[in-house]
């Protein structure tokens, strides 16, 4: 079992629907859990943290983390064509590691 | 605007050529990192430097060889590199606690000829 888990997509949603995006990982004591966008041929950039149990919202971005479940997911309300890239889920695994290890990320397009 | 700033952009290199990689933040970060991406593959780790100390190396062939002259400066010196070493390759920081996310350098995009 890989220890951070996506399903590589793409994932296809009309624009304006609500795009889910998963992560499973393997380490219960993981503390610390990220999505980064990435666009074709860029960097990769942070667009959500989350550390609890529950959901933190930032804009259009929520983020769900379930740690019984090992379980992260990201909803995208509204999305738009903007939206449209890969989306790496990063998970702080080995217990108090400061190093992520990053999942295949899901490929994500958004047609009008 | 990235506040960690990678230089050059691009760069093409023959197979006996010697170039080198910089990467420069000002966030007062102690942990910084290079990783290697390859097209549609999440980006794998090299080496982790954490304050100005060699922390982590993956395993990484010696053609790479990685440089921290100062907490706000890491280089990646290249030599003997093979076609297949053509990739994105990013530099990335953090404060190096648990709690961190990682900020991303814009890359560089190196392709061996």
């Known amino acids: 079992q890989k220890e951070v888990e996506q399903n590589s997509g793409p994932l296809s949603v009309p624009e304006g629907a609500i795009a889910s995006l998963n992560c499973t990982y393997s380490?219960?004591?993981?503390?610390?859990f990220f999505w980064y966008r990435q666009y074709s041929g860029k960097s990769p950039e942070l667009i959500m943290s989350?550390?609890?149990?529950g959901d933190k919202e930032d804009g259009r971005f929520t983020a769900q983390l379930n740690k019984a479940s090992q379980y992260v997911s990201l909803l995208i309300r509204d999305s738009q064509p903007s939206d449209s890239a890969t989306y790496l889920c990063?998970?702080?695994?080995?217990?108090?590691?400061?190093?992520?290890?990053f999942g295949r990320g899901t490929s994500l397009i958004v047609h009008p | 605007d990235t506040e960690v700033t990678q230089t050059p952009k691009h760069l093409v290199m023959g197979m006996t050529n010697k170039k080198s990689l910089k990467c420069e933040q000002h966030?007062?970060?102690?942990?910084m990192y290079w990783y290697k991406q390859k097209a549609k593959k999440p980006p794998e780790l090299m080496f982790v430097?954490?304050?100005?100390?060699?922390?982590i190396n993956e395993s990484v062939p010696s053609r790479f060889s990685p440089e921290c002259p100062n907490s706000s400066l890491l280089n990646l010196h290249l030599h003997a590199l093979q076609p297949e070493d053509s990739a994105l390759y990013l530099c990335?920081?953090?404060?190096?606690?648990?709690?961190?996310?990682?900020?991303f350098g814009n890359g560089t995009r190196l392709t061996v000829t």
């Open positions: 990063a998970v702080n695994i080995r217990g108090g590691s400061y190093i992520p290890t």
């Open positions: 989350i550390y609890s149990n």
């Open positions: 380490d219960r004591v993981s503390q610390s």
């Open positions: 430097y954490s304050y100005e100390k060699l922390s």
């Open positions: 966030m007062g970060h102690r942990a």
């Open positions: 990335a920081s953090s404060q190096g606690q648990v709690l961190s996310p990682l900020h």
